[in-house]
């Protein structure tokens, strides 16, 4: 199932989020993201949109 726009924008930064569910195994599925991330998801988009890497590379680095 292809994704829709509204699901290829990161939630945090609303930049492209690269996600290629539905079009084979997407670099999602590989990175472990650290559970503080998912706090600055908006509600409406939790577990529909994903978070893209430069995000989750950045507030991973923050919180360290």
Known sequence: ????????I???CG???NCQHGEGSC??????????????VPDDKKDK???CKDCIDRY???KS
């Open 49 to 51: 949109v994903c978070i």
């Open 10 to 12: 990161c939630p945090i």
């Open 60 to 62: 991973t680095r923050n």
């Open 27 to 40: 670099w999602c599925t590989e990175v472990e993201i650290p559970s503080h991330i998912f706090e600055l």
């Open 1 to 8: 199932m292809a994704l829709t726009e509204k699901e290829k």
């Open 15 to 17: 930049k492209d989020n």
